[in-house]
């Protein structure tokens, strides 16, 4: 693990070593231009291939999570969390078609899991707190991956305590091929030219440490940082060796927003989402990637000149209201910092060119859903917003009254595990309308199924948001209606989740589970 030293870091601020060394607010920490570290990339891990009859392919992963001591940024080392390292875990390759067949064991000290997001696999195997494995335990989900090309990922989703297990870096990215991902020429060397990027923003006590959950706003905004880590990389710089190259972007923080452009304005093709490839490419200067979401991008560099890739400040949704809520908010979209640099070597290979057509996807409309169901999130009010199962009825949960104090529900239930939310009946397709009753922005995340937008406030989505999703934002106030389809998978017993994947916010209660059953 690369790191600057202490020194740098002073300087790379622009504090002075004399004094406590408390962290700059990240538009500041950002904006000094130096990249001075390589990107690093997670291993791949394409695991053990074992051919069986009749042309099956079954892969072996063995993941163990560990802690570990990672050196980020200080001459001193951060306890973390890790997958079969320090911090953050491989890059798992599969192909369509595949049996995988995972072996986890947890050896953090404390219950965890691994929940496969954006997979479309059994309930048993998907890793939701019910699967939980106590510290020592494993546990072993075997399951064929049937569903198109996408970069997709794997994080800790233990009850209660995904924020932290993710936060000290229980997650890691898988991508997953096809016949159509391969036909097309598209940039596929893993780590030359088809490049992962898992975006984490992070903050630091003096001691190394990471700093989570220690401010008033930490709960109410979820976690933030003020460093940008990139694949465990603080201020890195890839070195390109081609015309352009592929960025597979996952928002793995906890609770910020991107909103993805470069500093010269260029512009870039976005290829898939969440849930596989768009129909083609689409051209774009910004996108705005909220926690959990994924988007591939083109990014043509032949020009040889570096590039910034950054956060831009992102169109004000917040309200203002008097008091720190509205301010905190207002300021976090008002951010601007950079991600990494992009440098172009000389020589570059020159690549094929984009085609012009990606995937095909079917049509879908709101004739296609048999009913409509509601999502409605919320986030407390008040000194009287605690625990209970609604706005208003609870006691103080002890973190504080105010906005969002520490009552974070759906349809006006806090997530329990012995609670079922939503019965499903196996084979159908429906609405869910998810509906924003508060202020602020919240990424909302179905397990099992990749879904549609239909539209966003009554419109049809823009171009980028097409194609398969599985966690898709709203902004304050918004109503988004997405198409989603219950297939192949029936269970009496086992639920999938819906939250926010705002950790602070899901594991606070903004979650509830569903099951799909052969009668529903
Ligand atoms: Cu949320």
Redesign the pocket.
């Known amino acids: 693990m690369s790191s600057v030293s202490r020194r740098q870091l002073l300087k790379m601020f622009g504090i002075g070593t004399a004094g406590a060394m408390s962290m700059p607010l990240i538009s500041r920490a950002q904006t000094s231009g130096s990249f001075i570290n390589p990107l690093q990339i997670p291993p791949l891990d394409s695991g053990s291939l074992i051919q069986q009859e009749g042309g099956l392919r079954r892969r072996h992963f063995d993941l163990t999570l560990q802690k570990g001591q990672t050196r980020f940024v200080l001459d001193t080392d951060t306890p973390t969390l890790g997958i079969n390292g320090s911090y953050l875990g491989p890059t798992l390759r599969y192909r369509r078609g595949d049996i995988l067949d995972i072996q986890v064991h947890n050896r953090i000290g404390e219950e965890s899991v691994l929940h496969w997001h954006g997979l479309h696999v059994p309930q048993r195997f998907d890793g939701g707190p019910m699967q939980s494995i106590a510290d020592g335990g494993s546990w072993n989900p075997v399951f064929d991956a049937r569903q198109p090309a996408a970069t997709l990922w794997y994080h800790s989703h233990a009850m209660h305590k995904t924020g932290p297990q993710v936060y000290h870096g229980l997650a890691g990215m898988m991508i997953l091929d096809d016949d159509v991902s391969d036909s097309l020429d598209l940039p596929s060397r893993y780590g030359i030219d088809d490049i992962p990027l898992i975006l984490q923003d992070r903050r630091f006590n003096r001691d190394g440490s990471f700093d989570y959950m220690s401010r008033y706003g930490d709960i109410m905004i979820g976690q933030h940082g003020d460093i940008m880590v990139i694949n465990g990389t603080v201020s890195p710089f890839f070195e390109a060796t081609t015309d352009k190259i592929r960025l597979r972007i996952l928002n793995g923080s906890n609770a910020r927003l991107f909103n993805l452009a470069f500093n010269d304005g260029r512009e870039f093709l976005q290829i898939a989402s969440d849930g596989g490839l768009l129909d083609k490419p689409v051209p774009l200067r910004r996108l705005m990637v909220t926690p959990g979401e994924r988007v591939e991008l083109l990014v043509d560099v032949s020009d040889g000149n570096p590039v910034i890739l950054r956060s831009e400040p992102s169109e004000n949704h917040f309200p203002v209201f008097p008091g720190a809520f509205s301010e905190l908010m207002r300021a976090m979209h008002g951010e601007s910092f950079d991600v990494m640099e992009i440098r172009p070597q000389s020589g570059l290979e020159r690549l094929p060119p984009v085609p012009g057509l990606l995937a095909t996807l079917p049509a879908v409309s709101a004739d296609m859903g048999i009913r409509t169901r509601r999502m409605r999130?919320n986030m407390g009010f008040g000194s009287r917003s605690g625990s209970g199962q609604g706005p208003g009825r609870g006691n103080r949960t002890g973190q504080g009254g105010g906005y969002g104090g520490g009552h974070f529900s759906i349809n006006g239930r806090v997530m329990t595990m012995s609670h079922i939310n939503e019965r499903v009946k196996l084979g159908d397709t429906e609405i869910w309308e998810v509906i924003n009753d508060t202020p602020m922005v919240?990424p909302f995340h179905i397990h099992g199924s990749q879904f549609r937008v239909l539209d966003r406030n009554g419109v049809p989505p823009p171009a980028q948001e097409t194609g398969y999703k599985d966690t898709v934002h709203l902004h304050g106030r918004e109503t988004v209606r997405v198409l989603v389809s219950f297939t192949d998978f029936a269970d009496d017993m086992h639920t999938y989740m819906y939250h926010?994947h705002?950790l602070e916010?899901e594991d606070r209660g903004?979650m509830g589970q569903f099951l799909v059953t052969e009668n529903g």
């Open positions: 999130l919240h926010c705002t916010h903004m």
